[in-house]
């Protein structure tokens, strides 16, 4: 949950308390580390630290200046002073810069850890404190009539939601609506031409329509309303009655939606047609009403203005209707455009469920499906630059041929085969891709180990500084500083061999401005100092 930052020019110390203490006992799940303060504010631009345990007395930049900065550019980051320097002066700059706690070394692990225990119930309460202010209440108020039509829009757009989280959603937005109650939903198309009219201006006239069917609505009914993706007006009509009959519902729901047609045309000049769905329940039917609310008017309405149509009213019956799974949000094209492998299974199974369900219909929704795979497939490998038969091979015959006498058990065999196929293709490819990536990276660090730091190496490869060292991490099992500083050693070891090179001028070719860092440095890897090091050659 939280992240800290120990930084202290004492290498040992540093690494001594990064693996001393129960990081994850205390809430902690990232302890990072820096040997430098010039270190620590490259790596704080970097990761989200809560706090950074420093020493004060330290080469280049001190611990005093460093929380200086910090204040500067992180103001909500809370700083510990450990140090050995038991003076007021220290004591009274470190209260100036708003420091946390102030320890005197030698600090035991015990103490280092009640103290930083303290400053997390501390950094937790301000953050209570925060959630609970009046201002966050008020700006989520604000936002309700926003989230709630997003709510409809995500149920009328196929979005499936578990019940317990339905149910937390009504009642989080403030929703007078009832699970499983019978609702109808009203499209209305606005027919004026707003083609030059402004976005701000064409918001408030579909505000006035949303409000006027609100309005028209709201004595006996509860009404939640959205835009949908074909800049149609969808409402969601449910009754607040106990006792109503679903008949009279209907016909005073229908009377109603007259009513705010003809309002809308009187107040707004505006022509609308309206369709009204059949009855279903909330929210397991409001899918199915939408759509068959939309194919009224493309089946029946077409372009004739100021419609009114009740679902009622169509008569026939199709034996064939889409297959539901295949088209809901998020699509298998959706799905494999950013390579949600898991998430693509689950809706290849989901898919011939609900085709092995199909009974007679089963072969029309098989080729539905193939073809529907097929686009995905093929535009997948395309994006990336391959052709189909180079990733599927001897396969492809079988891929782009359809067999007509295909039952649902070949194609489930088919479907998921080269489901299997393309995923191995896109491991192999990352793979390679990350491969590819390291060794510029490696390559990079040592053309340049003298002037190398995280952001010029991100810089060289075009990608964010946290991926780089994320990817350094995962890929070689070693922190990018530790990897850098290793490289360094082993140069100056090298350099140490050349006995008309002084240690000054070795220290700056490793890139380490100040050579007693640098003989520090050293001296913690080798276990001796680089003139030691030169005297035993």
Known sequence: MYEILIVDDHTHLVDSLAIGLPWEQMGITHVYKAYSGEEALEMLNYRSVDIVVTDIHMNGMTGLELIARINEKWKNTKAVIITGYDEFQYAREAIQQQVSDYLLKPVSNEELEQTLRNLIDRITEEGNELLNQQKFVYRFRESLPKLREMFLFDLISGKNYPISDLKDKIQLYGLPFSV?????????????????????????IEYAMFNIVEEVFMNKFNVMYCKDSHDYLIFMVQTNQLEQSDKDSSAMIEDLARLSQHQIKLYLKSKVSIVLSNCGAFPTDILPMYHSALSIYTDYIGYQTESFF?????????????????????????????????????????????????????????????????????????????????????????????????????????????????????????????????????????????????????????????????????????????????????????????????????????????????????????GMTPQEYKNSL
């Not at 009203?186 to 064409?202: A, F, G, I």
């Not at 810089?459 to 360094?488: A, C, I, M, W």
């Open 180 to 204: 499983h109650k019978e609702s109808i939903l009203l499209c209305m198309r606005v027919e004026e031409d707003y083609s030059n009219t402004d976005l701000y201006s064409l918001s408030l």
């Open 310 to 526: 009740h679902a009622t009213q169509k008569k026939e019956v199709f034996e064939i209707q889409p297959l539901g799974e295949l088209y809901r949000p998020q699509t298998l094209m959706e799905l494999i455009d950013i390579e949600q492998w898991a998430a693509f299974e689950g809706k290849l199974t989901r898919i011939f469920e609900e085709l092995e369900g199909a009974g007679s219909g089963a072969r029309e929704y098989g080729f539905e499906i193939y073809v529907a795979l097929l686009q995905a497939y093929s535009y997948y490998l395309h994006k990336k630059g391959k052709r189909v038969f180079e990733v599927f091979g001897r396969d492809i015959e079988k891929l782009l041929k359809m067999d007509a006498s295909w039952s649902v058990g070949p194609l489930k065999e088919w479907a998921f085969g080269s489901y299997v196929q393309i995923k191995a293709y896109s491991d192999s490819r990352s793979d390679n891709i990350r491969t590819d990536l390291m060794e510029r990276i490696r390559r990079f660090i040592q053309e340049n180990i003298k002037d190398i730091t995280l952001q010029t190496v991100a810089d060289h490869v075009n990608l964010h500084p946290v991926y780089v060292s994320n990817l350094f991490k995962l890929e070689t099992g070693e922190n990018f500083s530790n990897y850098v500083l290793r490289l360094r050693m082993e140069k100056a070891v090298q350099l140490l061999k050349h006995r008309d090179l002084k240690i000054n001028q070795i220290a700056l070719e490793v890139g380490y401005q100040k050579p007693q860092y640098f003989i520090k440095l050293f001296k913690t890897q080798y």
